[in-house]
């Protein structure tokens, strides 16, 4: 006789489930919200959130389809900081905006976790801030978030 083994679902399953709901946030609010593409234009600033969002439910499908031939996951602490940088990053902006977040954040995640050098560390935070003001903010006219204490000061 061939055994059965019992489908279990557990947190192999959630996770991808969760990734594929955001993706279709972000495919949703790109394509209604912020608009994909203009042709006179070119890319809107829904352009990334959609590519991003196509990548996402993509790895997520296959993540799913795959988590059931997988091992039970192990939850080393370790594991727990980026989940957690996001959730700082989260309620940071809510404070100071999107982009002093993701500074601060590139900043401290550098320096501290990943030991670079004060050179290495400023030289990829000015690229990478170059990078993201002049493709989002400048070319992509991407709205983000100010936080409370921008409000307080210009209004």
Do not use: C
């Amino acid at each position: 006789m061939t055994e059965k083994r019992a489908i279990r679902f557990g947190s192999k399953q959630i996770i991808p489930l969760a990734a594929a709901a955001v993706a279709g946030v972000f495919i949703y609010l790109g394509l209604t919200e912020y608009h994909f593409w203009d042709p006179l234009k070119g890319p809107r600033p829904g352009f990334f959130p959609v590519i991003i969002g196509v990548a996402l439910l993509a790895a997520s499908v296959l993540a799913f389809a795959l988590s059931f031939r997988e091992e039970a996951p192990e939850w080393p602490a370790k594991n727990w900081l980026v989940p957690l940088s996001v959730i700082a990053i989260m309620g940071a902006t809510f404070l100071i905006g999107l982009l002093p977040s993701i500074a601060v954040y590139l900043i401290v995640w550098l320096r501290w976790f990943e030991k670079y050098s004060w050179k290495t560390t400023l030289i990829a935070f000015a690229v990478t801030m170059a990078i993201v003001m002049g493709a989002f903010v400048l070319w992509l006219g991407v709205p983000f978030p100010h936080g409370l204490v921008y409000d307080a000061i210009m209004y």
